[in-house]
């Protein structure tokens, strides 16, 4: 196939340009109806190409036309047998991908630094997880990958296991070794699903991990906004062999998927897949060669240093600010509203940034000369080392994964029971041993802490508040000053209970 097509998005531009009546949705019909204050920043182009599902635009959930076109260059380009456009985000294709492999009460393994929409996928299949724990870096409080080890243990342990899913890379860009987990994974003969969110660039340049189709993963959802050029929240997921049901994808995402897809999303998509097909490596060449510089940079800054890793994402750089006796939570609100730098996220001693081919010389000088005006501010060569912040828990006692398969108490009722059961909202104090019925994660980078179905940990608990307490945003409960949580109620976790 040529790669320089575009059908999809030629003709969203042919259709913007034809002199017509409209008379279907939206309702500013190409911009006629919008605001002028909204029309005067974004500009008139861009309405006049945000159509409908047109007779020449094809139907993304039949597709027959344009977009099972983009679609197939898509799935030549990245290496899969068969793609599919996303308008919901990856959590849309990670739902599916659960909702496709599992079904009511299926086991599933997973790693318990999963992202939430992982546990809405377990809420949405019913499905049953068996969490193994990642790698765990205490000093940096960093999860890594899962390792191939904690796979088979987990797969002999429960060998009617639907389906394995491991996030790769990580939110800090760490991948694991996933050749050999898809070795293990089909040994049994089940399917892989990768959450490669933050990878859909790794094919496209030698110097960055190996993409998880190329490994033979069977099912990948990556989030082409993250790290190539598409609109945010327009993504891809991608299968490959004949252990995932198509038809159970096509739908899963019917569910999950506006019926009113949005084409500027869509167009986003095909033009994205087309720049990284024809100019990948070069585009990512002079990325790497901005990391390497920001690298070196901060590097020698007194105080700080990056965070390194054998089997890392190079685009992915943390930094640990903690020896400066700040969070990363405090150094993440300096940067942003003083020095006009802002990073992915930021968690108790790191910041994380992105850099991609978007970025510029400039944008790695300015960050630089940032991160010095903060060395300067609050570095000491006499700072105590009873002030550096960490967490305090041992490898062997992280909130996130203390004892194994599960967090804390483990998993008493599945996600999808606990979300559905009757409640009530109690003081946090007295939710201890009790059944979580909501997730609880900071975010970013959304890896719940508590999900529904989880007994309620005091390490669990005690971790939320420290993360509250130094800065961070806790998200998804109900609560978000943690005072309450709501938890199954005692009669209908009594219920559910005795019918398993």
Not at 28 to 35: A, F, L, R
Not at 284 to 306: F, R, Y
Not at 346 to 362: C, D, E, M
Not at 449 to 468: C, D, R
Request: glycine share 6%; with cysteine; charged share 15%.
């Amino acid at each position: 196939m040529n790669q320089n097509q575009t059908p999809l998005l030629d003709a969203i531009i042919s259709n913007a340009k034809r002199i017509h009546a409209p008379f279907y949705t939206p309702g500013h019909k190409g911009g006629k109806g919008i605001s002028p204050k909204l029309a005067n920043y974004f500009g008139k182009a861009v309405f006049n190409a945000d159509l409908t599902e047109l007779t020449e635009l094809d139907c993304l959930f039949a597709p027959q036309g344009v977009i099972q076109q983009a679609q197939q260059l898509a799935a030549e380009a990245f290496g899969a047998s068969q793609t599919w456009f996303l308008v919901n985000g990856s959590t849309s294709g990670i739902e599916a991908a659960i909702m496709a492999t599992c079904g009511d009460r299926d086991q599933i393994i997973l790693p318990r630094n999963v992202h939430s929409s992982a546990i809405s996928g377990l809420i949405l299949s019913g499905a049953m997880p068996i969490f193994i724990n990642p790698e765990y870096d205490s000093t940096l409080d960093i999860a890594h990958s899962i390792t191939p080890q904690s796979l088979e243990k987990a797969l002999q342990k429960h060998p009617d296991t639907k389906a394995v899913m491991m996030v790769y890379p990580t939110y800090y860009g760490v991948c694991g070794d996933i050749l050999a987990i898809a070795k293990i994974t089909h040994e049994y003969n089940i399917p892989l699903l990768v959450d490669e969110a933050h990878g859909a660039h790794f094919k496209f340049h030698p110097q960055l991990p190996i993409s998880a189709l190329n490994v033979g993963a069977d099912l990948t959802v990556q989030s082409t906004h993250k790290t190539l050029g598409a609109m945010t929240q327009a993504s891809m997921l991608h299968v490959q062999g004949d252990r995932i049901n198509i038809n159970r994808i096509d739908k899963a995402l019917q569910l999950l998927q506006s019926t009113s897809p949005s084409y500027l999303l869509l167009a986003s998509l095909d033009a994205a897949r087309q720049q990284i097909a024809l100019h990948g490596k070069e585009l990512l060449t002079h990325t790497l060669e901005l990391v390497d510089k920001a690298k070196k940079g901060i590097n020698q800054i007194p105080g700080l240093s990056v965070f390194e890793h054998f089997d890392l994402d190079k685009t992915r750089l943390t930094v640990t600010v903690s020896k400066l006796g700040i969070t990363g939570f405090e150094a993440e609100e300096i940067l942003d509203e003083e020095l006009n730098v802002t990073p992915e996220f930021a968690s108790l001693q790191h910041l994380t940034f992105i850099i991609s081919f978007g970025n510029t010389l400039s944008d790695i000088e300015q960050l630089i000369k940032a991160f010095t005006t903060l060395s300067q501010k609050y570095h000491s060569p006499l700072l105590n080392s009873s002030k550096v912040i960490g967490t305090k828990f041992s490898s062997n006692n992280s909130p996130l994964f203390p004892c194994g398969e599960g967090v804390g108490g483990g998993v008493s009722l599945s996600p999808r029971q606990a979300f559905f059961a009757a409640t009530e909202t109690v003081p946090i104090k007295e939710t201890i041993n009790r059944t979580c019925a909501e997730i609880i994660c900071p975010y970013p980078p959304g890896i719940p802490v508590l999900m529904p179905g989880e007994l309620i940990t005091v390490a669990a608990l005690e971790y939320l508040q420290h993360i509250k307490n130094m800065g961070g945003f806790i998200s998804n409960c109900a609560d978000t000053n943690l005072c309450t949580l709501k938890v199954v109620n005692n009669s209908e976790q009594s219920t559910v209970s005795s019918e398993q």
